[in-house]
């Protein structure tokens, strides 16, 4: 039967890969070809040792520099793998924001001084290839890390679960240009072999990969077999493993985006204002991986990217008709940040993430009274746990609506309950954060931003109390998989030894709840709202703008 199953996923692709006619794409050089032809640089799978991948017809081969190798290779079935070892002089930092302005990182050092946390900021030309629409200092990042500059990345991970109670870090692979590996790629139909010092690229319209991950950290977790448009590229990362990108045109890119993030069931209007997000936020986040060898990760970190397996004539439709249009002030293109539902208020932009307020990212009330309706008040908990236990009368309503099937999903999310057992919630807790706190007591709030989503919250248990700051470091510490939104309330339920059994969560919403509510978007499309309507509630102050050459 596996077999069998396997048979059939291997046949969808191959009707996916071959069913098109051939459209060859211009193969960027490493420098100045990308820009010119508005193309982008897609990490699709990271820190892996092999990959396996179909090819559609011949296609031909250029090193990590963009130099011709060979042409005319053919066979379907392929593999790309870590061959040799050499071991490259890497240091490991902690990272706490990333951005092409030096004001915005100055600005985001005050975090870490108000904590006490020694910090510099690096300025890195990136020499990886370039990108397209590249504003500021072009090809330059800030990086703002921890003072202590690490060995090994094990150190480096010791050292960011000691400190995230305080401030939320990633590690930094900083200097990874010493690296030595090879790429090999083998036919598994001939076994013939080629070798690739440092990485390749391929030159072919259209790939198959398989098991790539999907939703790594979240409820949704797994591995899909996928198809792509566009050139694929092989890199060596700073630990010696592989990582698969895939080089595009940006709006076609955006044809894998759209229906990853928005079903393609949703409304034009609804699906118009997501394709004009997506595309600002490509542009916007460009710098966001370019340490790593591309521009944006295919998964939630940047946005969400499936290649071609999604793609429908609806969110086709979208994309098209909105053709560079973008979210800009002052002509200048701004973050368009969204969320599946903020259940029935927005979030302002700095309760949940490092950086200055964005006057377009205003938390608001989702619905027809005005933006500051609440004012504050779910900052209040008793006002919090009444409104996290009824469905107040907002656009991402589902609950009390009646709404089509590709809205269905949408309401386990507006308000929902989660019982966990202490000792599995101390488990997931202790796994995230790498605190030794005995048995967990209690999880207090501290702060709550403007929708009741929790900022900051105390840990106590039995032997120490800690802090956990910044709205997904939070729902990564009380879940295995993420909890839906930090938009919540907790309830103990105390067992004979003074300890509790469970704790119950009551909450609100479904993501950060940043921007666009992308459920509230499609109801107010469903109500008549026009695309025009749908922008200026979720991004007030911002205005839809067009790209220029």
């Given at each position: 039967?596996?077999?069998?199953?396997?048979?059939?996923?291997?046949?969808?692709?191959?009707?996916?890969?071959?069913?098109?006619?051939?459209?060859?794409?211009?193969?960027?050089?490493?420098?100045?070809?990308?820009?010119?032809?508005?193309?982008?640089?897609?990490?699709?799978?990271?820190?892996?040792?092999?990959?396996?991948?179909?090819?559609?017809?011949?296609?031909?081969?250029?090193?990590?520099?963009?130099?011709?190798?060979?042409?005319?290779?053919?066979?379907?079935?392929?593999?790309?793998?870590?061959?040799?070892?050499?071991?490259?002089?890497?240091?490991?930092?902690?990272?706490?924001?990333?951005?092409?302005?030096?004001?915005?990182?100055?600005?985001?050092?005050?975090?870490?001084?108000?904590?006490?946390?020694?910090?510099?900021?690096?300025?890195?030309?990136?020499t990886?290839?370039?990108?397209?629409?590249?504003?500021d200092?072009?090809?330059?990042?800030?990086?703002?890390?921890?003072?202590?500059?690490?060995?090994?990345?094990?150190?480096?991970?010791?050292?960011?679960?000691?400190?995230?109670?305080?401030?939320?870090?990633?590690?930094f692979?900083?200097?990874?240009?010493?690296?030595?590996?090879?790429?090999?790629?083998?036919?598994?139909?001939?076994?013939?072999?080629?070798?690739?010092?440092?990485?390749?690229?391929?030159?072919?319209?259209?790939?198959?990969?398989?098991?790539?991950?999907?939703?790594?950290g979240?409820?949704?977790?797994?591995?899909e077999?996928?198809?792509?448009?566009?050139?694929?590229?092989?890199?060596?990362?700073?630990?010696?493993?592989?990582?698969?990108?895939?080089i595009?045109?940006?709006?076609?890119?955006?044809?894998?985006?759209?229906?990853?993030?928005?079903?393609?069931?949703?409304?034009?209007?609804?699906?118009?204002?997501?394709?004009?997000?997506?595309?600002?936020?490509?542009?916007?986040?460009?710098?966001?991986?370019?340490?790593?060898?591309?521009?944006?990760?295919?998964?939630?970190?940047?946005?969400?990217?499936?290649?071609?397996?999604?793609?429908?004539?609806?969110?086709?439709?979208?994309?098209?008709?909105?053709?560079?249009?973008?979210?800009?002030?002052?002509?200048?293109?701004?973050?368009?940040?969204?969320?599946?539902?903020?259940?029935?208020?927005?979030?302002?932009?700095?309760?949940?993430?490092?950086?200055?307020?964005?006057?377009?990212?205003?938390?608001?009330?989702?619905?027809?009274?005005?933006?500051?309706?609440?004012?504050g008040?779910?900052?209040?908990?008793?006002?919090?746990?009444?409104?996290?236990?009824?469905?107040?009368?907002?656009?991402?309503?589902?609950?009390?609506?009646?709404?089509?099937?590709?809205?269905?999903?949408?309401?386990?999310?507006?308000?929902?309950?989660?019982?966990?057992?202490?000792?599995?919630?101390?488990?997931?807790?202790?796994?995230?954060?790498g605190?030794?706190?005995?048995?967990?007591?209690?999880?207090?709030?501290?702060?709550?931003?403007?929708?009741?989503?929790?900022?900051?919250?105390?840990?106590?248990?039995?032997?120490?109390?800690?802090?956990?700051?910044?709205?997904?470091?939070i729902?990564r510490?009380?879940?295995?998989?993420?909890?839906?939104?930090?938009?919540?309330?907790?309830?103990?339920?105390?067992?004979?030894?003074?300890?509790?059994?469970?704790?119950?969560?009551?909450?609100?919403?479904?993501?950060?709840?940043?921007?666009?509510?992308?459920?509230?978007?499609?109801?107010m499309?469903?109500?008549?709202?026009?695309?025009?309507?749908?922008?200026?509630?979720?991004?007030?102050?911002?205005e839809?703008?067009k790209?220029?050459?």
């Open positions: 039967m596996e077999s069998h199953r396997k048979l059939l996923l291997i046949l969808g692709l191959l009707i996916v890969l071959f069913g098109c006619g051939k459209v060859r794409l211009p193969i960027p050089s490493p420098r100045g070809d990308l820009a010119k032809t508005k193309m982008v640089r897609v990490g699709l799978i990271e820190k892996t040792q092999s990959v396996d991948f179909m090819i559609k017809g011949s296609f031909s081969v250029y090193d990590k520099n963009g130099r011709f190798v060979a042409r005319g290779l053919k066979g379907h079935r392929w593999r790309a793998r870590i061959a040799a070892d050499a071991a490259p002089e890497i240091e490991y930092r902690l990272k706490f924001v990333t951005t092409r302005s030096y004001d915005d990182a100055a600005k985001s050092t005050q975090f870490l001084a108000d904590r006490k946390i020694r910090y510099e900021v690096l300025k890195i030309e990136d990886s290839p370039a990108s397209v629409y590249r504003d200092d072009a090809g330059v990042t800030y990086h703002v890390v921890a003072w202590q500059i690490f060995s090994t990345r094990e150190q480096a991970e010791k050292k960011r679960k000691q400190l995230s109670s305080r401030a939320p870090f990633e590690i692979p900083f200097n990874k240009n010493a690296n030595s590996k090879t790429i090999e790629i083998v036919s598994q139909e001939t076994d013939q072999t080629l070798q690739f010092p440092s990485g390749s690229r391929l030159d072919t319209d259209r790939f198959a990969l398989f098991g790539v991950p999907v939703g790594e979240y409820h949704w977790q797994e591995n077999n996928r198809v792509y448009r566009g050139l694929i590229e092989f890199l060596v990362d700073d630990q010696k493993r592989m990582t698969v990108v895939n595009l045109p940006i709006e076609s890119y955006l044809r894998g985006v759209v229906p990853s993030e928005m079903p393609k069931e949703f409304p034009l209007a609804a699906l118009k204002a997501q394709a004009i997000a997506a595309r600002s936020e490509v542009i916007k986040k460009l710098a966001r991986h370019a340490s790593d060898g591309f521009d944006i990760c295919a998964n939630v970190h940047c946005q969400v990217y499936s290649g071609i397996n999604r793609e429908h004539e609806n969110s086709n439709r979208a994309v098209d008709e909105t053709t560079g249009q973008v979210l800009m002030k002052s002509g200048v293109v701004v973050e368009a940040v969204y969320n599946g539902v903020c259940g029935g208020h927005s979030e302002s932009n700095e309760y949940v993430w490092n950086g200055a307020p964005q006057s377009h990212l205003r938390a608001i009330f989702d619905g027809k009274g005005a933006p500051d309706l609440l004012n008040y779910l900052q209040r908990e008793s006002v919090l746990r009444r409104w996290v236990s009824t469905p107040a009368p907002a656009y991402c309503n589902t609950i009390s609506a009646e709404i089509p099937a590709s809205l269905e999903y949408t309401r386990k999310y507006y308000r929902w309950q989660l019982t966990v057992p202490r000792v599995e919630l101390e488990n997931y807790i202790r796994a995230e954060t605190e030794t706190f005995g048995n967990l007591q209690n999880i207090i709030p501290l702060e709550r931003g403007l929708s009741g989503r929790l900022n900051r919250i105390r840990i106590v248990g039995t032997a120490k109390s800690f802090v956990i700051e910044k709205e997904l470091a729902r510490a009380l879940s295995a998989t993420t909890l839906f939104s930090s938009c919540f309330v907790v309830d103990r339920q105390m067992g004979p030894d003074n300890l509790p059994v469970t704790f119950t969560f009551h909450g609100a919403g479904w993501g950060h709840g940043v921007g666009m509510c992308q459920t509230g978007a499609a109801m499309a469903l109500q008549g709202a026009t695309l025009e309507q749908i922008i200026d509630h979720y991004y007030a102050g911002a839809i703008g790209l220029t050459d």
